[in-house]
């Protein structure tokens, strides 16, 4: 039997995590480095990767950088065709949301929003299934959704709508995959203050919620660490289809 360590041992594991350059997606980043795997952050904005790479490397880690938009099948191909070395861990953060009621939503937004957050995962899922089909190693692929994937807010409904359709997809790739030894599987988080939430969270709605929230807090993105490490381990060798929510309690309410 292995040892605690031993089952979240990350060492020899190469790992990718999009929208690595901020928000939750930086903290996936610096969490897998700092269980010992090599890590490559992606994204459109250079520096911000640049930055999340330079915090990796000064304490000890092994970071790449690439840029992509996971909205395009060719942007994604060649950031593939450039990396390291085969993936084991595919963290699929990258996010967008449009806060617009339905009656007033543009067209253009409801496509940014689904792009972005479905297809874009897809997109990038695929092109790991693939190279870890190759590599006949199997992996660890974790899907950022949401609570809002399985619950709705007014103004929210393209990426609640989006991120339920993640959770779907989630269940479909771990179906199909897992004759490969692809585990996927999927985490829930409430809310977290980052460039996306921050407009919400400092209105008086958003303040409004935090007090609804059980534990009576915002999450802070670390906190998110144990489904990550849970997911992306061995810790997990027989899940895959699950959605772990990590959100103080918030699903839990009725109002
Ligand atoms: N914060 C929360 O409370 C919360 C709650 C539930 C779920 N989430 C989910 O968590 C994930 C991370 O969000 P966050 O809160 O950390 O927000 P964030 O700081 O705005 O991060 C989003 C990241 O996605 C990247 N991105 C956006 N569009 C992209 C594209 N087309 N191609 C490549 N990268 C793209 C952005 O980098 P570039 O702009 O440089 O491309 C950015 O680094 C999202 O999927 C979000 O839906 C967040």
Known sequence: MKTPQQLFDLRGRHALVTGAGSGLGRAFALQLAAAGSTVTLAGR???????????IRDAGGVAHVTCLDVRESGSVDAAFAGLAAPLDILVNNAGVAADAMLLQLDEKDWDLVFDANLKGAWLVARAAARQ??????????????????????KGTGPYASAKAGLIHLTHAMALEWARYQIRVNAIAPGYYHTDMAAGYLDSASGQAMVKRIPQRRLGAPPELGGALLLLASEASSYMTGSVITVDGGLSLAVI
């Open 45 to 55: 904005r250079l520096q911000p990767l640049e930055d999340t790479a330079a915090s």
């Open 132 to 153: 870890m089909i190759e590599a006949e190693r199997g992996g660890s692929i974790i899907n950022i959704a949401s609570v809002l994937g399985s619950a709705v807010q």
